[in-house]
T-cell receptor, first 114, second 113 residues
Framework: DAKTTQPTSMDCAEGRAANLPCNHS???????VYWYRQIHSQGPQYIIH???NNETNEMASLIITEDRKSSTLILPHATLRDTAVYYC???????????????FGSGTRLLVRP | SAVISQKPSRDICQRGTSLTIQCQVD?????MFWYRQQPGQSLTLIAT?????????ESGFVIDKFPISRPNLTFSTLTVSNMSPEDSSIYLC??????????FGSGTRLTVV
């Protein structure tokens, strides 16, 4: 079962920041938080991941609470092309075990309005 | 990241037949996975394709229905056997490696009639 809880849907205006929350209250100390998105009819696309510190890349920022029980993905200036389903996933740290698979929850459907 | 070529991109098949989907990666990877995405739903992991040994299936998926081959570190196939309309889905291949994380193919859109 997925270890995360996300709102079913959200919307925001084009050009504004989109803040997508994720609850992962049972996360353990060795688990990362990953964010992926899936634009219609495409395979999921990696956005960002983090362990406990806030992270930023060219696509987004990831804010993880101090207790690590929740996080927020921030798209600073949403565009129409950011309309997609966003998935928050927790995954064990490390790459030595081939069982480290990604388990997807239901995700958040983000609609960016013109 | 890796480049994944998944074939076919789509197919329409008769019930009772089988379809084999191919996943080719441009670099060697240890971890390969197969997912199913039913219409309007999230991705569900079918199995982990292990090189040189039998695939590891998730609960609800069995080898007789979804046989998987992994002959080397760059290639895998998933067969959907004895298809019914309920098998109509998108099937996705995914690979993972330490230096670039997880990459997904563009999927195979299967319609069973």
């Amino acid at each position: 079962d997925a270890k995360t809880t996300q709102p079913t849907s959200m919307d925001c205006a084009e050009g504004r920041a989109a803040n997508l929350p994720c609850n992962h209250s049972t996360i353990s100390g060795n688990e990362y938080v990953y964010w992926y998105r899936q634009i219609h009819s495409q395979g999921p696309q990696y956005i960002i991941h983090g362990l406990k510190n806030n992270e930023t890349n060219e696509m987004a920022s990831l804010i993880i609470t101090e207790d690590r029980k929740s996080s927020t993905l921030i798209l600073p200036h949403a565009t129409l092309r950011d309309t997609a389903v966003y998935y928050c996933i927790v995954r064990p740290r490390g790459w030595m075990d081939s069982s480290y698979k990604l388990i997807f929850g239901s995700g958040t459907r983000l609609l960016v309005r013109p | 990241s890796a480049v994944i070529s998944q074939k076919p991109s789509r197919d329409i098949c008769q019930r009772g037949t089988s379809l084999t989907i191919q996943c080719q990666v441009d670099s060697q990877v240890t971890m390969m996975f197969w997912y199913r995405q039913q219409p309007g739903q999230s991705l569900t992991l079918i199995a982990t394709a292990n090189q040189g040994s039998e695939a590891t299936y998730e609960s609800g998926f069995v080898i007789d229905k979804f046989p998987i081959s992994r002959p080397n570190l760059t290639f895998s196939t998933l067969t959907v056997s004895n298809m019914s309309p309920e098998d109509s889905s998108i099937y996705l291949c995914s690979v993972a490696r330490k230096d670039y994380g997880y990459t997904f193919g563009s999927g195979t859109r299967l319609t069973v009639v």
